[in-house]
């Protein structure tokens, strides 16, 4: 069956380190795959979009890899504060045509100060 | 400039009623989603439209759920005949293309009693 993957137990991490986040997906071959962040009670907030040829991409202290030989993406939070504090969305295409967007339940991620 | 707005923010109804939501995309946005999330969950893919048409409308539960765009701007999803299990945040979010990143309202938090 079709799965996408992400740690279902929330990150605690100190401020000033760097949270890493997986993405991993099963039986899938997205075009491109995002990455959103969002806040209790709020909209999803879109943070990064990577296509399939792409391996890398930043944006400020972010970073988002992946790999479609793994299945896998990673999300990077480089320095984090406690403002990154905030639950993290993977989300892809559903590939081969399809417009459906599939979401994975989101990595809870706490930064202390 | 303006994001993606929804109306109601909040929606109290009886098991069996037949309710509105309504989400006013980005101007100039051609692509449109809808999506409904559970606590805990992601948000999970219901309809796609592109201009005025529904090109996947897959996520859809049952035939209760229909969801129409005719101008191509402002949508509405319609819930007949409501049930308890409908009980979600009913999320929008529009795009300039589809394949580009989306841009989330606040949701309407559906309550069925």
């Known amino acids: 069956s079709q799965k996408i993957e992400q740690n279902s137990e929330a990150l605690n991490i100190q401020e000033g380190k760097t949270a890493t986040l997986t993405c991993n997906y099963t039986?899938?071959?997205?075009?491109?795959l995002q990455w959103y962040r969002q806040d209790p009670g709020r909209g999803p907030v879109f943070l990064l979009l990577?296509?399939?040829?792409?391996k890398e991409k930043r944006k400020e202290r972010l970073k988002v890899t992946f790999d479609t030989t793994l299945k896998q993406s990673l999300f990077h939070i480089t320095a984090s504060q406690p403002a990154d504090s905030a639950t993290y969305l993977c989300?892809?295409?559903?590939?081969?045509?399809?417009?459906?967007?599939?979401f994975g339940a989101g990595t809870r991620l706490f930064v202390k100060a | 400039g303006a994001g993606v707005s929804q109306t109601p923010s909040n929606k109290v109804t009886e098991k069996g009623k037949y309710v509105e939501l309504r989400c006013d995309p980005i101007?100039?946005?051609?692509?449109l989603y809808w999506y409904r999330q559970s606590l805990g969950q992601g948000p999970e893919f219901l309809i796609y439209?592109?201009?005025?048409?529904?090109?996947?409308d897959s996520g859809l539960p049952n035939d209760r759920f229909f969801a129409v765009r005719p101008e191509g701007s402002v949508s509405t999803l319609k819930i007949q005949r409501t049930e308890r299990g409908d009980s979600a945040v009913y999320l929008c979010?529009?795009?300039?293309?589809?394949?580009?990143?989306?841009?989330f309202g606040p949701g309407t938090r559906l309550t069925v009693t």
């Open positions: 439209f592109q201009g005025t048409g529904a090109a996947d």
């Open positions: 979010a529009s795009s300039p293309f589809q394949g580009h990143e989306q841009y």
């Open positions: 039986n899938y071959s997205p075009a491109y």
């Open positions: 990577i296509r399939e040829n792409e």
């Open positions: 101007s100039g946005h051609t692509a």
């Open positions: 989300a892809l295409d559903k590939g081969t045509g399809g417009f459906k967007t599939i």
